[in-house]
């Protein structure tokens, strides 16, 4: 699985609106529409879950870095690919517009192993909400962020309205959202929606080296330590708190892992 061929990722079939290739532990996903600033669509929400499921599935995977092509990470919904084809079943009711719901992104983004967005350029919209669940998001200087809905008469989708929250507080999610207004690299970190501000040179490096440091973790492990953010990051009971993270820690205490991580320990000990 290490060609940058398309197509050729985990023997999955050619794909039209994406780039798939492995770095070392990483599966890079790079959304490339370039001429349309990369502007989402259901053809290529289908191809992110393929590719993800196809990772997910594959043992010499580790983690995931997402990113975009040419001078944008993802410039929003394409107007004409997406809305003027939207019957009111809502999204995924139209096996034409892909054969994902693309509401089932939220649970594979959280299900997954590490997924790092690098973002270069402008991620507007849907490009935006569909990073939020992201682990860890690296902007780079070039980045530029909106939660333009409202703009376009709608509001904002893929769990978002909690992600925001959680990521930058309830006034600063309100003013993104209720403005819609386009917020430079920096700003947006220090907001907190973006994690990390980078170099535009060093984007996507920086997102393979944290993606590694990652994926040198056992991978069980990963995903309960994911589970255990992402169901009690705004749990207000603490017992169910404790009681999730007891759980888990207990199959880890008797996971291969647990087992191999303290005898290493100890025989570092002893020398």
């Not at 939220?106 to 690098?118: D, E, G, H, T, W």
């Not at 169910?240 to 025989?267: C, I, N, W, Y």
Request: with cysteine; charged share 25%; proline share 3%.
């Amino acid at each position: 699985m290490n060609s940058e061929a398309q197509g050729q990722f985990a023997g999955l079939p050619q794909f039209s609106q994406i780039r798939t290739r492995q770095e070392g532990r990483v599966a890079v996903l790079t959304l490339d529409r370039p001429e349309r600033l990369n502007a989402w669509t259901y053809a290529m929400s289908d191809e992110l879950c393929l590719a993800l499921d196809a990772g997910n599935a594959d043992s010499s995977i580790g983690a995931f870095v997402l990113t975009g092509s040419g001078r944008g990470f993802c410039a929003g919904a394409d107007i004409e690919a997406t809305f003027e084809k939207r019957s009111d079943e809502g999204f995924g009711a139209d096996s034409q517009r892909g054969q994902r719901d693309p509401n089932d992104w939220v649970a594979l983004i959280r299900a997954s192993k590490p997924v790092v967005a690098a973002v270069n350029g402008a991620a507007v919209g849907i490009g935006a909400t569909m990073i939020a669940p992201c682990d860890v998001i690296l902007a780079a200087r070039s980045a530029r962020f909106a939660m333009a809905f409202i703009k376009m008469g709608l509001v904002p989708e893929l769990a978002s309205s909690h992600f925001l929250v959680q990521r930058m507080g309830f006034g600063r999610a309100s003013e993104m959202c209720l403005t819609g207004q386009l917020y430079g690299a920096e700003e947006s970190v220090a907001m907190g929606f973006a994690d990390r501000l980078v170099e535009d040179d060093s984007l996507l490096s920086d997102a393979l080296e944290l993606a590694e440091a990652m994926a040198s973790n056992p991978d069980r492990q990963l995903r309960w330590v994911k589970e255990l953010l992402t169901e009690n990051g705004c749990e207000t009971d603490l017992s169910a708190v404790q009681q999730r993270e007891l759980s888990r820690l207990r199959q880890a205490q008797a996971s291969d892992e647990h087992k191999a991580a303290v005898a290493s320990f100890m025989s570092r000990s002893e020398s």
